[in-house]
């Protein structure tokens, strides 16, 4: 069973910086996508930033130029270093990972944005 554990929320001030680490129990190659989705209070769960095995990424508009997916294949780790945060970045972050039909979540990590 694919286990996705992640790491790294918290408080942080406006125009601060996260970065949140999300390890996979195997290699992250063997997944045909990684992803972080994110879920505000009383909002529907939205995609944030995804990596593809051959390393396309695609961003949400509302992050674009903010946040970085990377991953260290080393660690079998997919990282969201998220910069210039603000409050409407407040949410439970989640990571995703795609093989074949199945797909897989972590627990989530949750990030305020908060003076």
């Known amino acids: 069973q694919v286990q996705l554990v992640e790491s790294g929320g918290g408080l942080v001030q406006p125009g601060g910086s996260l970065r949140l680490s999300c390890a996979a129990s195997?290699?992250?190659?063997?997944?045909?996508?990684m992803a972080w989705y994110r879920q505000a209070p009383g909002k529907q769960r939205e995609l944030v930033a995804l990596?593809?095995?051959?390393?396309?990424?695609t961003y949400a508009d509302s992050v674009k130029g903010r946040l970085t997916i990377s991953r260290d294949s080393a660690k079998n780790t997919v990282l969201l270093q998220m910069n210039n945060l603000n409050a409407e970045d407040t949410a439970v972050y989640y990571c995703?990972?795609?093989?074949?039909?199945?797909?897989?979540w972590g627990q989530g990590t949750q990030v305020t944005v908060s003076s």
């Open positions: 995703n990972a795609v093989k074949e039909v199945s797909s897989f």
């Open positions: 990596i593809s095995r051959i390393g396309y990424t």
């Open positions: 195997e290699s992250i190659f063997s997944f045909n996508v």
